[in-house]
């Protein structure tokens, strides 16, 4: 159980530092859209906030992956299952944003036309990698909630089989009655 925790460790600082760098491109974006006085995405807002929440729930999760119990392990699953769907609304939101050729990504288009309407065309191209850095980072942010999902619960199953062995008491659970019905049989 050590080494899975230690592999979820090295796990969560590779989310910490992506979830920090998404914060800092998402929040430049969300600042081009306000320096117009314009409506930020959805696309842009959410990957924001999903980040920042994900910023302070991995900091606490970083430094106490090695004291968790068997509870704490079961809301550190659901924090990731939350998270991963987050994520993967996010990823369905810059759906159109992962073009090769920076002009043709929806959030540009937006910000790029918003930006020239109020008359500011400064860094227009500077934007293109910075979109499509936000699509990519908040892919990748995906990708590991999904792996750490799969890794926080197998954790908490380790740790329920283990207080059962310690306990000598099972879990009451639909299967758990189904084999005492069928051991009286």
Known sequence: MFFAKAALWFVRI????????????SGYIVNQYAQVHSRVPAAVWLPCIASAFAVCVLFYSITLIFCLGRLLLHI???FDFCFMVTYIAAVVLNRNNFHTD?????????LTGVRAAHGVTANAGKNQGIIKAMAGLTTTLMVLFILTTLMCINLAHQ???????KTGHRR??????????HSRV
């Open 76 to 78: 550190a699953a659901f």
């Open 14 to 25: 590779a989310q910490w530092c992506i979830a920090v760098s998404l914060l800092g491109v």
């Open 102 to 110: 920076g002009t043709q990504n929806e959030t540009w288009q937006s």
């Open 159 to 165: 740790a329920d089989e283990r207080h059962e062995e």
């Open 172 to 181: 009451r659970s639909s299967s758990g009655a189904r084999r005492a019905r």
